[in-house]
């Protein structure tokens, strides 16, 4: 039996940043549903050409498809042994409804629900600003505003170019907002009625300062 620790948040909020340093520090497998989805588009598989639309758009994929995906993931023998965070997942309530099933059927336990809050204002801005590494082996996240690359377009760390996630539109950002809001924050209600939610605040500190904070109201 393996922890799993579910982290909820607006987009932009830093799940994906500071998820990367908890699954450092913890050795929990990193599970991000966008980073499959992606995945799957990069390769173009029937899954990937099927979603692409949406996730352009900014909409949500449908439950079903993550939840399998999801289901499939647990399975794997690197989180029997480490356990992992599952970032992005689960994004609605039938979503959370469909993760209590799956725990019992991968006989994994939900260690908590971390919820990261953040402005609104700062979200639009930090989205519209981030740059991925198309290197996927490396994956750094830059932002042309708070943490610019030395080289304009270019990856410090690898040296891969950057790109601009399909998403990361103005237009794309404030429609994932509004799901956000609509969908995705009654979680909030449903985690605090089971008695695991910790609250932590992401701000324009550095990662490390939002990681710290994080791993404080974990208690961890
Ligand atoms: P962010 O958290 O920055 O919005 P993600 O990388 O988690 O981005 O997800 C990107 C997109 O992938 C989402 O906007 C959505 O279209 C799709 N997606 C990811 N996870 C889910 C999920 N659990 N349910 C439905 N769609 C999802
Ligand atoms: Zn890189």
């Known amino acids: 039996m393996a922890d799993i620790y579910v982290f909820i948040g607006p987009p932009g ?6 998820g990367e340093m908890f699954c450092e520090k913890t050795k929990a497998v990193h599970v991000s549903t966008g980073d499959i989805l992606r995945q799957e588009m990069a390769a173009g598989t029937d899954l990937g050409n099927k979603v692409k639309g949406i996730i352009a758009a900014g909409g949500l994929v449908s ?4 939840a399998e995906m999801v289901e499939n993931r647990l399975k794997k023998d690197d989180i029997v042994a480490n356990g992992c965070l599952l970032d992005g997942f689960p994004r609605t309530v039938p979503q959370a409804e469909a993760l209590k099933g799956i725990l019992q059927r991968t006989n994994h336990r939900m260690a908590a629900v971390v919820l990261i809050e953040a ?3 700062m979200l639009i801005t930090r989205l519209t600003s981030r740059r991925m ?7 750094a996240i830059f932002n ?3 943490m610019p690359p030395k080289k304009e377009g270019i990856c410090d760390r690898c040296g891969a ?7 990361d539109t103005r237009e794309a950002a404030l429609n994932r907002l509004d799901v956000y809001a609509k969908q995705t924050a009654p ?4 985690y605090e009625a089971e008695g695991n939610l910790v609250r932590t605040t992401s701000t324009n500190d550095t990662p490390e300062v939002n990681f710290a904070r994080l791993m404080d109201a974990l208690k961890k």
Do not use: P, W
């Open 13 to 18: 909020a830093g799940k994906g940043t500071v």
């Open 63 to 66: 439950d079903d498809i993550v």
């Open 119 to 121: 402005d609104n204002e």
């Open 133 to 139: 590494c198309s290197n996927k082996a490396c994956g």
């Open 144 to 146: 042309i505003i708070a």
């Open 161 to 167: 170019k950057l790109y601009q996630r399909t998403d």
């Open 187 to 190: 979680l909030i209600d449903f």
